[in-house]
């Protein structure tokens, strides 16, 4: 295949079909490369499910085609996050998603079906022409003589091509290949999503005004911890339970059936928000390892891992698919109309060294705000609840009336430093510093 400048184009190998593959094989098809993306699960799998989108995420994502007819029709708008006490659900703080802060950020706070996203993800894919197959497992990749790159596939076939993308989430194939050692396990975060159909909770006098309002909601406990958003095109209400230790449990697949087994104690819940909980018709238990990984980029020069693969920011969090996306659009970015094959370790080299400190931040604000929020009861405790409580006497509706040394301001420093962020412009600052370099290289003069 050649680009539209008539140059032979890269050819990627994307190992896992889920958002983050999907995106990147997407911007990479627009960026003038072919592209095959391997996807082990058959055509048409439903994950179930809904996924935050926050403004980093939601503002990259508008700019694709029939992505805002897809938020008209199938997400939620958050207006802003509320901190309450699991024990009582007494409010403890609330953090206002301020109209003139989301105009500057020009992209809201959603919450979105992960199906619906991931089918109009690979129907942009289709349309652009890139190669879509599934029940393809990838078993290895390797690095061939002449430096191209060999997946190769359960059923004994292999895909050859000049990069390898492993997309294939926290239990990654790609990334143990990449890593060659074993990586530094730092922490495990246990996990149960819950999915509680809207028309059940209205049943409900005391649980009937989660229904009424578009909030991320926190409630924080002694040891764990319960996040709510409402999904309005499911009709469901959706919690995550996550505690920052190990229960003993399994990663699984979503299940009909009652959450009553779970492994979290709840008896130092709120009677309602127990009651919610149990309510659940369907749920999935998830086990992550937060893992200290360097290396994004391995096969000497041709594989790098992106999304899950690439990192451990929290799965439950609010950044987990946005670090995907921010990946996908970093990439598309370096190798827009790039034909010279010996670029690439160069430019997945500075994919790394412009990813590295950006997801590096995010697993670690993620962390640490689940242990904030699941503090055990104490000094502590007592502290973080004094800090919230002042968003709800400065809760005003002109942010810029705020003074810098308030509370609300520091808080949302804390999120506007995520939030904010460009991969465009962070490729465009690292091409205005090496640009120079890699078009030397590609072109064989002395640096």
């Known amino acids: 295949m050649e680009s539209s400048s008539g140059l032979a184009s890269i050819k990627f190998i994307v190992v896992g079909g889920g958002i983050s593959?999907?995106?990147c094989g997407y911007v990479l098809r627009q960026a003038g490369h072919q592209v095959v993306i391997l996807e082990k699960a058959a055509e048409n799998f439903a994950s179930g499910g809904s996924i935050?989108?926050?403004p980093n995420m939601t503002r990259i994502l508008k700019k694709w085609p029939g992505m805002e007819a897809l938020f008209e029709k199938c997400a939620t708008k958050c207006f802003g996050i509320s901190f309450r006490r699991a024990a009582t659900s007494e409010p403890?703080?609330?953090?206002?998603?301020?109209?003139?802060?989301?105009?500057?950020?020009?992209a809201d706070f959603l919450v979105l079906q992960?199906?619906?996203?991931?089918?109009?993800?690979?129907?942009?894919?289709?349309?652009?022409?890139?190669?879509?197959?599934?029940?393809?497992?990838?078993?290895?990749?390797?690095?061939?003589?002449?430096?191209?790159?060999?997946?190769?596939?359960?059923?004994?076939?292999?895909?050859?091509?000049?990069?390898?993308?492993?997309?294939?989430?926290h239990n990654s194939l790609v990334r143990a290949i990449v890593a060659e050692d074993e990586l530094e396990r730092t922490h495990v975060v246990t996990g149960m999503n819950i999915r509680i159909p809207t028309k059940v909770v209205k049943e409900y006098q005391e649980l009937k005004p989660l229904c009424n309002t578009n909030e991320f909601t926190i409630w924080m406990g002694n040891g764990s911890t319960a996040i709510g958003t409402l999904d309005y095109e499911s009709e469901s209400f959706d919690i995550a339970?996550?505690?920052?230790?190990?229960?003993?449990?399994?990663?699984?697949?979503?299940?009909?059936?009652?959450?009553?087994?779970?492994?979290f104690d709840l008896s130092g819940y709120d009677p309602s928000l127990r009651k919610l909980i149990l309510l659940g018709s369907?749920?999935?238990?998830?086990?992550?390892?937060?893992?200290?990984?360097?290396?994004?980029?391995?096969?000497?020069?041709?594989?790098?891992?992106?999304?899950?693969?690439?990192?451990?920011?929290?799965?439950?969090?609010?950044?987990?698919?946005?670090?995907?996306?921010?990946?996908?659009?970093?990439?598309?970015?370096?190798?827009?109309?790039?034909?010279?094959?010996?670029?690439?370790?160069?430019?997945?080299?500075?994919?790394?060294?412009?990813?590295?400190?950006?997801?590096?931040?995010?697993?670690?604000?993620?962390?640490?705000?689940?242990?904030?929020?699941?503090?055990?009861?104490?000094?502590?405790?007592?502290?973080?609840?004094?800090?919230?409580?002042?968003t709800?006497?400065?809760?005003?509706?002109?942010?810029?009336?705020?003074?810098?040394?308030?509370?609300?301001?520091?808080?949302?420093?804390?999120?506007?430093?995520?939030?904010?962020?460009?991969?465009?412009?962070?490729?465009?600052?690292?091409?205005?510093?090496?640009?120079?370099?890699?078009?030397?290289?590609?072109?064989?003069?002395?640096?």
């Open 21 to 23: 593959g999907l995106a």
């Open 52 to 54: 935050r989108s926050p």
């Open 392 to 447: 709800l006497i400065e809760a005003v509706d002109d942010f810029d009336k705020c003074s810098d040394s308030t509370q609300l301001m520091q808080i949302w420093e804390q999120y506007l430093v995520l939030f904010a962020h460009s991969p465009s412009e962070a490729v465009d600052n690292w091409r205005s510093m090496w640009g120079r370099v890699v078009d030397d290289v590609g072109h064989g003069r002395p640096t």
């Open 241 to 263: 339970l996550c505690s920052p230790m190990s229960l003993g449990v399994d990663d699984g697949d979503w299940a009909s059936g009652s959450s009553a087994t779970m492994p």
């Open 114 to 169: 992960y199906d619906a996203l991931h089918r109009h993800l690979a129907s942009l894919c289709v349309a652009a022409g890139v190669a879509l197959k599934y029940g393809c497992a990838a078993i290895n990749a390797q690095r061939a003589d002449d430096g191209s790159a060999i997946v190769h596939l359960e059923d004994g076939s292999l895909v050859e091509g000049d990069i390898v993308i492993g997309a294939d989430g």
């Open 282 to 390: 369907t749920c999935r238990p998830t086990v992550q390892q937060v893992l200290q990984q360097e290396d994004v980029v391995g096969l000497k020069g041709i594989a790098v891992s992106v999304g899950d693969a690439a990192h451990s920011v929290l799965i439950h969090g609010m950044h987990n698919s946005a670090m995907g996306i921010e990946d996908a659009e970093t990439l598309g970015r370096l190798f827009s109309g790039v034909t010279d094959r010996t670029r690439i370790p160069m430019l997945l080299n500075a994919y790394q060294e412009i990813r590295h400190p950006r997801t590096t931040a995010a697993q670690d604000s993620e962390y640490q705000s689940l242990e904030e929020i699941s503090l055990p009861t104490g000094i502590a405790q007592e502290a973080r609840d004094t800090a919230l409580r002042t």
């Open 92 to 106: 403890v703080g609330f953090l206002k998603f301020h109209k003139q802060i989301m105009l500057d950020l020009e």
